[in-house]
């Protein structure tokens, strides 16, 4: 049973935005935090941005102020902004819920601390 499921994902120009979203089936609790993770091609995946239910949110340091976080409780819908796009931007990225920590929590940003993930959507900026 699919239980996240992102889509959004495509092919821009350095400079350009794309807003990825993430619905999530009602049986999926999303737990202390959730958030969105990326993996480019021979890297380990990492965290990029967390929102909590009461709409908190986190970012790592190499897309603060670019990409927005947020989430539409009624449609059980996670949104990820992403503006102005670098090249390094490029990767696969996956939504996560059921978080078993807090999103301030440092721990909250490694990929053993969620029950939940989604089968990715592709980004790719080209310069």
């Known amino acids: 049973q699919v239980q996240l499921v992102e889509s959004g994902g495509g092919s821009v120009q350095t400079g350009g935005s794309l807003r990825l979203s993430c619905a999530r089936s009602?049986?999926?609790?999303?737990?202390?935090?959730m958030g969105w993770f990326r993996q480019a091609p021979g890297k380990e995946r990492e965290g990029v941005a967390l929102?909590?239910?009461?709409?908190?949110?986190f970012y790592s340091d190499s897309v603060k102020g670019r990409f927005t976080i947020s989430q539409d409780g009624a449609k059980n819908t996670m949104y990820l902004q992403m503006n102005s796009l670098k090249p390094e931007d490029t990767a696969l990225y996956y939504c996560?819920?059921?978080?078993?920590?807090?999103?301030?929590?440092?721990?909250?940003?490694?990929?053993?601390?969620?029950?939940?993930w989604g089968q990715g959507t592709q980004v790719t900026v080209s310069s």
């Open positions: 009602e049986d999926v609790n999303s737990g202390f935090c």
């Open positions: 996560a819920a059921g978080g078993r920590f807090s999103c301030g929590y440092t721990t909250a940003w490694s990929v053993d601390a969620y029950d939940y």
């Open positions: 929102i909590n239910t009461g709409d908190r949110t």
